[in-house]
C-alpha cells in the first residue's frame, strides 16, 4: 500500500497485530479512524460477523495492504498441502494416475 492512498471505513485490510506477544497478520474491514491525542490517526477494525472493534491498536505502519481479490480455497489447499497426510495422499493419487494412464495408451 502507497503512503498516499486513502483508507475509508468499509475497506478490507491487512495489517500487523500483537496478539499475546506475538506478530501475526489479520485481513479484517476497517470499522473506522480516529486521531488520537498525540497526533497519530488510528485505526479501528472489526472482524467479519464480530459485532464489535477489535482491541487491536493499529497505525499507517501495521497495514500491510488492502484486498484486490481472493482465490476460493487457495488457503485449504495450502493447509492441506502442509499436512501429514498430503504426504501419505499425494503419493497414492499419482501412482493411481499413473497406472491409469499405462493402461489407456
Known amino acids: 500500500i502507497?503512503?498516499?492512498d486513502e483508507l475509508i471505513p468499509g475497506k478490507i485490510i491487512t495489517f500487523h497485530a500483537n496478539r499475546l506477544g506475538e506478530d501475526i497478520v489479520l485481513t479484517h474491514t476497517l470499522a473506522k479512524t480516529e486521531m488520537q491525542d498525540n497526533g497519530?490517526?488510528?485505526?479501528?477494525?472489526?472482524a467479519?460477523?464480530?459485532?464489535?472493534l477489535d482491541d487491536y491498536e493499529t497505525y499507517r505502519q501495521d497495514i500491510v495492504?488492502?484486498?484486490?481479490?481472493?482465490?476460493?480455497?487457495?488457503?485449504?489447499?495450502?493447509?492441506?498441502l502442509q499436512s501429514q497426510y498430503a504426504w501419505f495422499i499425494i503419493p497414492i493419487?499419482?501412482?493411481i494416475l499413473s497406472y491409469h494412464?499405462?493402461?489407456?495408451?
Open 40 to 46: 497519530r490517526l488510528r485505526y479501528f477494525t472489526q
Open 65 to 80: 495492504g488492502i484486498y484486490v481479490m481472493h482465490v476460493p480455497f487457495l488457503g485449504k489447499i495450502m493447509l492441506f
Open 101 to 105: 494412464g499405462l493402461w489407456n495408451c
Open 48 to 52: 467479519y460477523a464480530y459485532e464489535g
Open 93 to 95: 493419487v499419482v501412482v
Open 2 to 4: 502507497n503512503s498516499d
